[in-house]
């Protein structure tokens, strides 16, 4: 419908919701609430997408349902091109009353009948039980296929996609709750954007899309409400591409020491979550947006340490990341080293305020850990001072780090 989302039609979808989702007390949105956000949010991405552009939404299947209506609505059901199911048969879980879940869905709608779309970069092996079927003329994939070869190299893939999911111990995961595969992102990237062409996910999590953008070389943008996310996200492109810190640009997180100062008072959570995004924590010690008890832990920093020893394999492990926005007493530095020797970390980190790094200093375990490329303390500070200018802790991987 020209022009946007018929509201009457709106308003309809979300009253419906109410009546099937009979909403508790304890929910933190209700379906309803969240249509109307997706509403709005979905209109916006109407305007900037081009006409050759598409458009790919992953949903939970709790409300796929009504954001199929949405997306009819404000893009045109004429727009539809696809229901992609995403198929992770590798993924936990086992069911004794259910069939158990093991796909998404991801709805793909396009602007135009002009919409960009790459089959020849998207085409995957075809099996060799499938060629088999084959020994006179047959059309595979829109392609002329005889006695088992193909005039193209492999098939467009059908609408259900095999990948596996992102496990907690691949070398891909970051600890994030929602991450998606990177072979997920290239496909679609690669599907329905050219080389230099803009990519943008209006909620990029930490930063998948702009992983597969940046590898495949289109320009992009990302963005996320949580200001953990951002910091995760530029440091994994820097590892990943060896690039500067200055190459990124980041809008809407702290920039300046009064900036930072302004976040530590009106939302210490966020506050946290940026600080542990800037030094490349992984995960947070509770779910992303809740406050909660974490034990003394706020993030962790995964890095390989390698023994001075010659010959020996390097070790796996990981430092301890501890953010005070406030007053810093001594107990709280002592703590720390009970809290990386319980989780059998390497090392410690608490971030403060330089006011603080006095206190830090003075009642810090003053043991060194020596690895072959050098030493580093067991437990240190790192003022927000030094890591709005760039600075990160001093542990293996990080000790060069692109400022």
């Known amino acids: 419908m020209r022009g946007g989302v018929n509201d009457i039609l709106l308003a309809e979808i979300v009253q419906l919701s109410k009546k099937v989702f009979k909403e508790r007390p304890n929910d933190k949105i209700s379906t309803s609430a969240y249509l109307l956000n997706m509403a709005i949010r979905l209109k916006a991405m ?18 796929s349902h009504y ?5 009819d609505t404000i893009f045109s059901n004429k727009n539809f091109r696809n229901e992609i199911i995403w198929f992770y048969h590798d993924s936990p879980g086992r069911s004794n009353k259910d069939f158990p879940k093991k796909h998404d869905v991801l709805m793909r709608y396009v602007m135009s009948e002009k919409y960009t779309f790459n089959d020849k970069d998207i085409r995957i092996p075809i099996l060799d039980s499938s060629k088999e079927r084959y020994k006179s003329v047959r059309v595979l994939g829109g392609k002329e296929f ?12 059908e609408d259900v996609w095999s990948i596996p999911v992102v496990k907690q111990n691949s070398k891909e995961a970051l600890g994030y709750p929602t991450q998606k595969p990177l072979k997920l992102l290239k496909r679609i990237v690669r599907a329905s954007s050219n080389r230099g062409d803009l990519v943008l996910d209006p909620f990029c999590g930490c930063g998948t899309t702009l992983h597969a953008a940046e590898l495949l070389n289109r320009q992009w943008v990302g963005i996320d409400i949580s200001q953990f996310s951002a910091g995760l996200i530029r440091n994994r492109l820097i590892n990943k591409f060896h690039l500067n810190r200055r190459d990124i640009k980041v809008i ?4 300046t020491l009064e900036d930072a100062q302004e976040l530590a008072h009106t939302c210490p959570f966020e506050f946290e979550k940026w600080a542990c995004g800037e030094v490349g924590a992984q995960g947070l010690y509770h779910n992303l947006g809740q406050r909660g008890a974490d034990g ?4 962790v920093i995964p890095f390989y340490f390698s023994k001075p020893q010659f010959g020996e394999a390097p070790e796996k492990t990981f430092a301890v990341v501890q953010v005070k926005g406030g007053k810093v007493h001594p107990d709280n530095v002592k703590a720390l080293s009970t809290t990386v020797r319980q989780s059998d970390a390497k090392c410690g980190i608490l971030i403060c305020f330089e006011r603080y790094m006095n206190t830090v200093e003075n009642n810090r375990e003053k043991k060194r850990i020596k690895d072959w490329t050098g030493e580093f303390n067991f437990i240190q500070g790192l003022s927000v001072e030094d890591l709005i200018k760039g600075k990160l802790p001093n542990i293996p991987g990080l000790r060069n780090a692109a400022i």
């Open 252 to 255: 809407g997180c702290p920039l």
């Open 296 to 299: 003394g832990v706020d993030g």
């Open 146 to 157: 005889y006695g088992g070869k193909s005039s193209e190299t492999g098939k467009i893939p």
């Open 46 to 63: 109407k305007r900037v997408l081009k006409k050759t552009g598409t458009i790919y939404l992953h949903c939970d299947p709790t409300a």
């Open 67 to 71: 954001l199929k209506i949405l997306m």
